[in-house]
């Protein structure tokens, strides 16, 4: 009976919508270090932003967008120029990735590997201190804080908006990335995110192979997460 009770709550989970499913995506890994002049020592010749999806669903993002505030900005996405919208469609699958390169401000680094799954001339982070947000719309000057907007939110360096505390300052030779390639999530940027160098350090796109602790260890200890053993 047991194993019934299970399956049955399992189906309905399954069939739960993408705005539910959402709740497990998040940021994984920031560089606002791109480009940045030929002889700023930039890795790369342009920011990047890397997303993570912990659940065990597919989950569209055709409409969300990915905004950038400055440090001491009143929001995120105060202009079109902070912002980054998803084309309809666009799916993360379960315990992967996808990865989008942003704008430059300069000419130092080389291309980042490996190819980003969008590219856009929006948004040029900072490459020491800002804050990155997923909404779950496209709208202008989405005020930090407000309820049933954001997905995730990143502030690094000394940005005013964070989980918690903010994750470490950066420079245009480094990345602020999540533990467990994604996995760790507990609210609180500062301890969630590690300062790495940036040269030889992996970044994952949506064919990098999906994240094994992520497919071997359910995300959450209740049902949901007994779900996603199952059906994996």
Avoid at 64 to 85: E, H, I, K, P, R
Avoid at 178 to 191: A, F, I, L, P, W
Avoid at 192 to 221: E, M, Q, W
Wanted: charged letters at 10%.
């Amino acid at each position: 009976m047991r194993k019934i009770v299970i399956t049955l709550l399992a189906l309905g989970i399954v069939a739960a919508t993408s705005a539910f499913a959402a709740n497990d995506v998040r940021i994984s890994q920031v560089y606002g270090g791109g480009g940045a002049g030929a002889t700023s020592g930039a890795t790369y010749t342009k920011d990047y932003v890397e997303l993570f999806n912990a659940g065990p669903l597919a989950v569209n993002l055709g409409g969300f967008a990915l905004q950038y505030g400055s440090a001491t900005g009143t929001s995120f996405g105060s202009t079109t120029g902070n912002m980054f919208v998803f084309p309809a469609g666009t799916t993360i699958q379960p315990c992967g990735y996808l990865l989008i390169e942003l704008g430059t401000a300069g000419a130092g680094g080389v291309a980042i590997s490996p190819t980003p799954d969008f590219s856009s001339t929006n948004i040029n982070m900072s490459a020491t201190s800002g804050k990155i947000a997923l909404v779950n719309n496209s709208n202008l000057n989405n005020i930090c804080g407000t309820a049933g907007v954001f997905i995730d939110v990143v502030g690094y360096g000394t940005a005013n908006c964070y989980e918690t505390a903010a994750a470490p300052i950066l420079d245009n030779a480094s990345i602020d990335v999540r533990g467990g390639g994604g996995m760790t999530d507990t609210d609180n940027n500062s301890t969630d995110f590690t300062k790495v160098a940036a040269p030889g350090y992996l970044i994952h796109n949506s064919s990098s192979p999906r994240n094994p602790d992520c497919l071997a260890v359910p995300a959450k200890s209740t049902t949901w997460g007994q779900v996603k053993t199952i059906y994996r």
